[in-house]
């Protein structure tokens, strides 16, 4: 449970966090990234809008590919992102997520290499079940 310091920490670094976002100021925001406090987090991305979590969640997932050495600084902003705002990321048609859902993703390594893999096994299945099954 967060204190009312706490609170008001989260408060005050919500508001920075979404100023940042809406202005586009990579300086602003890289100091939003910079709290570490697990609780000041997570209350902070509770009270952002599902479209500025969004878009914190594309900014923190660049940087995590440019620069993955971050990952100890920027996961736990990606997780505390995650449980508050699944539902919006999940079903708002043409978001990153939700075509990951649905088999539609190709831009990251995993869903490429997962694609791949599906398509080689695909391929391994009608070449063994021969002319008369294929597609």
């Not at 602003?28 to 709290?35: G, M, T, Y």
């Not at 088999?103 to 390594?109: N, V």
Request: net charge positive; proline share 4%.
């Amino acid at each position: 449970m967060l204190d009312s310091c706490s609170k008001k920490i989260a408060q005050c670094s919500s508001s920075l966090c979404t100023q940042a976002l809406r202005s586009e100021d990579k300086a602003l925001l890289e100091r939003c990234l910079a709290v570490s406090a697990a609780g000041v987090i997570a209350n902070t991305v509770a009270r952002l809008q599902p479209l500025d979590a969004l878009a914190l969640l594309t900014a923190g997932v660049a940087r995590l590919q440019s620069r993955p050495r971050r990952a100890q600084q920027l996961v736990p902003w990606l997780q505390a992102l995650l449980l508050p705002h699944a539902a919006y990321f999940i079903a708002a048609p043409g978001r990153f997520l939700y075509r990951i859902c649905n088999g539609k993703c190709s831009r990251c390594c995993c869903c490429a290499a997962n694609h791949a893999a599906s398509a080689g096994a695909a391929s391994a299945a009608f070449r063994l079940a021969g002319p008369s099954h294929s597609l």
